[in-house]
């Protein structure tokens, strides 16, 4: 069944300490997304990647960081610095180009204590 | 840079009755348009989508949107909600030569059976 897999669903956290959630898609999609979504604040772009080993920041990159090292993978790391880390987490791909639609995985709620 | 108003932040309904969610956008150039929704517990998946044609488009569910590009509006409608439609409903837009999507702020429906 093709998709996006994030794991884990829910994610604890001390604060102080840096966490990675993971992506994985087998859609064989190029461009991959991390949104965060807040209640009453829709959904904000952290990171996005385009192709394999290159990632741009999005509005609210601060704090978090990623890797794409692999065009199925999509990692991203919420650091020590992100100062209001809990939240839900949201990973989606597409094919590039225009005329294309998201798919989004299952998301990943972290909560820092 | 792009940007998604949705008007109604939080709607209350009775079942069979009818439903109009707003969505405006400021990119005043080509557009595709995107309605997504997210039920309780669920992934985020596509209602609907415009990239071009009919300005009237029909999605799952029984949802319908309408694309008025002279009111930069791209409003969902349904005729009769029903309780299962109860879920968080998002505007998207891709702009500009860019298939990111940006995303409006959301919109929690309730339906009450």
């Known amino acids: 069944d093709g998709g996006i897999t994030q794991s884990p669903k829910y994610l604890f956290r001390k604060e102080g300490q840096n966490v990675t959630l993971s992506c994985e898609q087998n859609?064989?999609?190029?461009?991959m997304y991390w949104y965060r979504q807040d209640p009453g604040q829709g959904l904000r772009l952290i990171y996005y990647?385009?192709?394999?080993?290159?990632?741009q920041k999005g509005d609210i990159a601060e704090g978090y960081s990623v890797s794409r090292e692999k065009k199925e993978s999509f990692p991203l790391t919420v650091t020590s610095a992100q100062k209001n880390p809990t939240a839900f987490y949201l990973c989606a791909s597409s094919p590039s180009g225009m005329n294309t639609e998201a798919f989004f995985g299952q998301g990943t709620r972290l909560t820092v204590v | 840079a792009q940007s998604v108003s949705q008007h109604n932040h939080h709607v209350i309904l009775s079942e069979a009755a009818s439903l109009e969610l707003g969505c405006n956008y400021s990119y005043g150039g080509t557009v595709n348009l995107f309605w997504y929704v997210q039920y309780p517990g669920q992934h985020l998946q596509l209602l609907l989508k415009?990239?071009?044609?009919?300005?009237l488009v029909k999605g799952i569910k029984g949802f319908e949107a309408e694309f008025i590009k002279s009111k930069f509006s791209f409003n969902l409608r349904k005729p009769s909600v029903q309780w299962s439609d109860t879920a968080e409903y998002f505007c998207?837009?891709?702009?500009?030569?860019?298939?990111?999507?940006?995303f409006g702020r959301g919109t929690s429906l309730i339906v009450h059976p």
């Open positions: 415009y990239f071009s044609g009919d300005p």
């Open positions: 990647s385009q192709i394999v080993n290159d990632f």
């Open positions: 998207a837009v891709t702009s500009g030569g860019s298939y990111i999507p940006t």
């Open positions: 859609l064989n999609h190029d461009a």
